[in-house]
C-alpha cells in the first residue's frame, strides 16, 4: 500500500511538502525539510515510551500510530543522507567528450525509537535529476548509472568554461514496518536531497590529425 507525498526542493530555500503529511503529524510536527534535515518543531512519536497498562478503566486506551506517521517523523527526525554524486573525470572536463556521472548510493537505513521501539525506514532512491550547470536541460532518469566505462549517464559540454559545477537532486521512497501492528507500507517521493560536485573547468578540446604508419617510421 502507498501513500504520495513530495517535497519540493529548490536551491538555498526549505523544503515544504507539496502533499502534506497526515492531519496527525503537522500537531506536533510542523517544521520543515531544509537540504534533508528537518527543523524547526519536535516529532512526538519520537519521546516517551509506550504508556504502561493501567486498571483504570477511565484511562484512555493506547493507539498506535500509522505506518504513515511513523515514516513522515522518522525521515524528520533525521538528516537524510545524498546518493553520493560521482563526477568523472574528476576536476577537470572537455568540450565534445563526454562527462559522467553516477550516484554511488541508491538506499539509506534510518533507525529511531518511536514510543520506545526501535523502528527502521528504509529509503530507495525513485529518480535522480542531474543538472549540469550550463543551462541545458536536467538529465531526469530512474537509473543510478556506475563508475566509467558505464555511461549511462553522460554529458557533452558545448562550451568552454572556467568554473562548472554538476548538481545532483534525489528523490527518496521511504519503507517500514509498523512495531505495534506488523503492517508495511511506504510512501513514495517523500523527500529529496541535493548534493553539488566540486567545481571544475571546461577546457576547449583540439582534433590533431596524425598519419600513424608515418609516425611509426619515424617520419
Known amino acids: 500500500m502507498a501513500a504520495s507525498a513530495v517535497a519540493y ?20 510536527c510542523t517544521g520543515q525539510l531544509l537540504s534533508g534535515q528537518w527543523v524547526d518543531d519536535a516529532c512526538p512519536l519520537l519521546g516517551p515510551a509506550t504508556p504502561e497498562p493501567t486498571d483504570d478503566p477511565d484511562a484512555p486506551a493506547f493507539v498506535p500510530p500509522s505506518t504513515t506517521e511513523i515514516i ?22 572537455y568540450t565534445g567528450i563526454p562527462a559522467l556521472v553516477h550516484a554511488s548510493r541508491s538506499s539509506h537505513q ?21 543538472d ?10 530512474t537509473s543510478p548509472g556506475g563508475p566509467y566505462p558505464d555511461r549511462t549517464n553522460q554529458h557533452v559540454y558545448a562550451s568552454a ?4 559545477t554538476i548538481e545532483l537532486v534525489t528523490t527518496w521512497n ?8 506488523g503492517e508495511t507500507q511506504s510512501v513514495e517521493g517523500i523527500v529529496q536531497t541535493r548534493e553539488v560536485s566540486a567545481p571544475f573547468e571546461v577546457r576547449r578540446s583540439r582534433t590533431v590529425l596524425t598519419d600513424t604508419a608515418e609516425a611509426s617510421q619515424g617520419r
Do not use: C, H, K, M
Open 9 to 28: 526542493w529548490q536551491p538555498d530555500q526549505a523544503v515544504r511538502w507539496i502533499a502534506p503529511p497526515p492531519p496527525s503529524v503537522p500537531s506536533g
Open 72 to 93: 513522515y517523523q522518522a525521515v524528520a527526525s533525521t538528516t537524510v543522507p545524498g546518493a553520493g554524486l560521482v563526477v568523472q573525470p574528476e576536476g577537470l572536463s
Open 110 to 130: 534510518i533507525t529511531v525509537a518511536v514510543l520506545g521501539r526501535q523502528t527502521t525506514v528504509s529509503l530507495t532512491a525513485r529518480s535522480y535529476s542531474f
Open 132 to 141: 549540469f550547470g550550463d543551462g541545458t536541460t536536467p538529465l531526469v532518469t
Open 161 to 164: 568554461a572556467a568554473r562548472r
Open 174 to 181: 521511504a519503507t517500514a514496518t509498523n512495531p505495534f501492528t
